[in-house]
């Protein structure tokens, strides 16, 4: 990990129970604490691995605001990984010029937007 890593991950792992990430769109408030918020990042930046992507490859993320998002993107950051953040409201041939331009090794969205 690179210094600037390392320092933006210290919150994470010196105050593991501290609350970071809060969800208030859904019917209940959702929130992860530090700990949990790391150790999920760093299971999607595994799963993103057992899919091929290597550190320095390019992952598009077509989500929407929200944890799901900052999840994926910590991920990346921790996998080494260059995130690509695209719209998911942007129009079909805007997201086909993008990906074409990018041509990222994985791209990440919602169930239903597949």
Excluded: K, W
Aim: proline residues 8%; hydrophobic residues 45%.
């Amino acid at each position: 990990m690179t210094l600037a890593l390392d320092r933006f991950l210290d919150p994470f792992l010196r105050h593991p129970d501290r609350q970071a990430l809060v969800d208030l769109t859904g019917a209940a408030t959702f929130s992860l604490t530090y700990g949990q918020t790391l150790a999920t990042a760093s299971a999607i930046a595994a799963r993103l691995m057992e899919r091929g992507v290597s550190p320095g490859d390019r992952v598009a993320a077509m989500l929407p605001n929200g944890i799901d998002s900052a999840l994926v993107y910590l991920a990346c950051l921790v996998g080494g990984f260059t995130i690509v953040p695209l719209n998911p409201q942007s129009p079909d041939s805007v997201l086909t010029h993008a990906l074409e331009l990018v041509r990222p090794r994985l791209t990440v969205c919602r169930p239903d937007a597949a």
